[in-house]
């Protein structure tokens, strides 16, 4: 167990609907990332919030958004979804890296999310 | 565009035998870590290597860094079930934020 916890675990729903992933990070980290990997993709970075602002970008889709919130919790919101958006979600925390070197994330055990 | 080429995609070995990973770039990375993935789970980090021509072992497991620090290497003496799993390399990005690029993993499969 890495201390994050992700809700839901799965999630099942139709083209053009709009869902929201929920993270709650390790005590004290106040980093969160949010991956996605798919099979053909593996896995991709996708959006880094450092407590409460937005860190970093990758390929994150104009149709998906993040924000994290003052309690350091984040959420992953997908909206207008297509088949191809079916993968998993994974977020991940870590604390404030030592002295500038690398941060060490611990990731959470993800949600399945299947677009129908 | 940092990208990093893991090889070989999939391993099946008996029990016992030996086998290497490698994880390949054009581009340089501060650091380079591994992490194994079990399904329907998350990736659990091993190991990081940092310094160009690290070297740590972990068990029966050896990674080592290239001198240069665009490739690493993971090492497996005697192989057992448990092992079993995706490997990933993922090196931190150059924007040194933490943002990780992670290779296409190498399935490993060990038999009995």
């Known amino acids: 167990d890495s201390g994050v916890t992700q809700t839901p675990k799965h999630l099942i729903t139709a083209t053009g609907q709009r869902v929201t992933l929920r993270c709650s990070p390790r005590?004290?980290?106040?980093?969160v990332y949010w991956y996605q990997q798919s099979l053909d993709q593996g896995l991709q970075f996708l959006i880094q919030y450092y407590n409460g602002e937005e860190r970093a970008k990758g390929n994150i889709l104009e149709r998906f958004s993040a924000q994290q919130f003052p309690d350091l919790h984040s959420e992953l919101n997908l909206s207008s979804l297509e088949l191809g958006d079916s993968a998993l979600y994974f977020c991940?925390?870590?604390?404030?890296?030592?002295?500038?070197?690398?941060?060490?994330?611990?990731f959470g055990p993800g949600t399945r999310l299947l677009v129908l | 565009t940092q990208l990093l080429e893991q090889s070989p995609q999939f391993l099946s070995i008996q029990e016992g035998e030996n086998l290497t990973v490698y994880c390949n770039s054009s581009?340089?990375?501060?650091?380079l870590q591994w992490y194994r993935q079990e399904p329907g789970e998350g990736p659990v980090l091993l190991v990081t290597v940092v310094t160009g021509g690290e070297v740590k072992k972990l068990k029966r497991l050896t990674f080592q860094f290239g001198d240069a620090r665009k490739d690493s290497s993971l090492h497996i003496t005697a192989a057992q079930p448990g092992d079993t799993g995706l490997y990933l390399c993922?090196?931190?990005?150059?924007?040194?934020?933490?943002?990780?690029?992670f290779g296409q993993g190498t399935t490993l499969q060990v038999k009995p």
């Open positions: 005590s004290g980290d106040l980093s």
């Open positions: 991940a925390s870590s604390p404030p890296a030592a002295s500038g070197g690398p941060e060490t994330q611990y």
């Open positions: 581009s340089v990375f501060s650091s």
């Open positions: 993922a090196g931190e990005g150059s924007s040194n934020t933490g943002k990780l690029i």
